[in-house]
């Protein structure tokens, strides 16, 4: 099984601009992508996967997504300021006006709350500001100097495969080790839920490790809630067999895609589904399925996925 980093070359095809206008070139033998969050959709629920990557079902988001989206955009700009104005302070003054910047990009934002409500959206800003203890509970900002932060990382796997993600900040040491580090807001999960973040951070350690040469020292989980740290080390030959697990899981949506077969898998994760109402598994019944262009390599989103014929 080979590998190969992204790079520019005369048989590549273009995608579209990521944000901040980096334009991927993607090697002509790839034929289909996959990210680390639909990924994980599919071992999850089949079904799941074909309404978001394929029938790209509209989905509202929660107030807990948009907070954590709020809590991530303003830990990114923390490491924008001097290191010894990292302050708990700081981190809560940038809160109110990066909210005002999320909800500019994306008014309908604002329609988590009701107009006549003000206090809701000032609670809400609010406990994002908290969440923000929680992290300077258990890091220190003003010690760090990251070398990226919500960096796209990407890597041809099996020659056919691209797979690709955002790391929230990777930290490099003197020595050259690798530090990932993904910001959780919600509580620390039992070990089922904690598998699926682990299997995310494997996901873009597969890919510095085949790009850079370097298996990640530390693959490091932040829960920001309970103010928790869950560190884990791989090594080469457990990123071999996950490389593996990886192309077997997009051979399976290969599969699954010509054969228009994605069966549901009821579990404990229905609860928070947007779909229930399509899920035969809930009396529902999906749509029908999506016309697809076979070989159409399209451009994921910040958490989607490319397959054939689906843009998200």
């Known amino acids: 099984m080979t590998a190969q980093p992204v790079t520019n070359q005369q048989t590549a095809r273009l995608v579209p601009a990521q944000p901040g206008g980096v334009v991927a070139a993607v090697p ?103 969440l923000l203890d929680g992290y300077f509970a258990v890091e220190d900002p003003t010690r760090l100097e990251p070398a990226e932060r919500e960096s796209l990382v990407s890597a041809v796997v099996d020659e056919e495969l691209l797979i690709r993600g955002y790391l929230d900040r990777l930290d490099v040491a003197p020595d050259g080790a690798l530090r990932v580090v993904d910001y959780k807001t919600g509580g620390a999960p039992r070990e089922a839920f904690e598998a699926r973040a682990l299997f995310q951070l494997k996901f873009y350690a597969l890919v510095l490790w085949r790009t850079r040469g370097v298996v990640p020292r530390v693959l490091r989980l932040l829960y920001l809630k309970d103010a928790e740290i869950c560190d884990y080390s791989p090594d080469a030959d457990e990123l071999q067999r996950f490389e593996r697990t990886v192309v077997a899981l997009w051979r399976a949506i290969e599969r699954a895609t010509a054969d228009r077969d994605f069966r549901p898998r009821p579990s404990r994760l229905c609860d928070w589904c947007n779909h229930q109402a399509l899920c035969p598994s809930f009396g529902g019944t999906p749509p029908p399925f999506p016309e697809l262009v076979p070989g159409d390599v399209t451009r994921d989103a910040r958490q989607g996925a490319i397959v054939p014929g689906a843009d998200e």
């Open 28 to 130: 002509a033998t790839v034929r289909a992508s996959l990210s680390p969050s639909r990924a994980a959709d599919f071992k999850t629920c089949p079904l799941l996967y074909r309404f978001r990557s394929l029938d790209r079902l509209p989905e509202r988001p929660s107030v807990e997504q948009v907070r954590g989206t709020l809590v991530h955009a303003v830990l990114e700009r923390l490491f924008d300021l001097p290191a010894a104005q990292r302050t708990p302070q700081a981190a809560a003054d940038l809160v109110p006006g990066e909210w005002e910047r999320l909800v500019t990009e994306q008014p309908e934002l604002a329609e988590l709350f009701t107009p006549d409500d003000p206090a809701a959206v000032t609670e809400f800003v609010g406990s994002a500001a908290g």
